[in-house]
């Protein structure tokens, strides 16, 4: 399985960014899918969440009301929108898969992880 994130960039604050991440090897269908992110000096934290159907969302408190995931299975891909992006926002952004359909925001409940994707946010 291959993860190819993409879509990070250079962006002010209050500005948006949206970031895509492609699968190959394997049908995302039945995956539990997430996007983490990882700050300089900061262990990778879990951003936001999307069940296999796309019907169940969830998301870090940071980022409740700005972010939003969704998935195409049918494209075999699942993005993260970001809206009103904050300086705090810099980070490199990882798209995670996890083979379990079941929620998970640790980091060790997944199985497959994208190269990451730069995001900065200048103020």
């Known amino acids: 399985v291959q993860l190819q994130a993409s879509g990070g960039g250079l962006v002010q604050a209050g500005g948006s960014l949206r970031l895509s991440c492609a699968a190959s090897?394997?049908?995302?269908?039945?995956?539990?899918m997430g996007w983490f992110r990882q700050a300089p000096g900061k262990e990778r934290e879990f951003v936001a969440g999307?069940?296999?159907?796309?019907?169940?969302?969830f998301y870090a408190d940071s980022v409740k009301g700005r972010f939003t995931i969704s998935r195409d299975n049918a494209k075999n891909t699942v993005s993260l929108q970001m809206n009103s992006l904050k300086p705090e926002d810099t980070a490199v952004y990882y798209c995670a898969l996890r083979e379990s359909p079941l929620r998970s925001m640790s980091a060790l409940g997944y199985d497959y992880w994208g190269q990451g994707t730069q995001v900065t946010v200048s103020s």
């Open positions: 090897g394997r049908a995302l269908s039945t995956a539990y």
């Open positions: 999307v069940s296999w159907t796309g019907v169940n969302l």
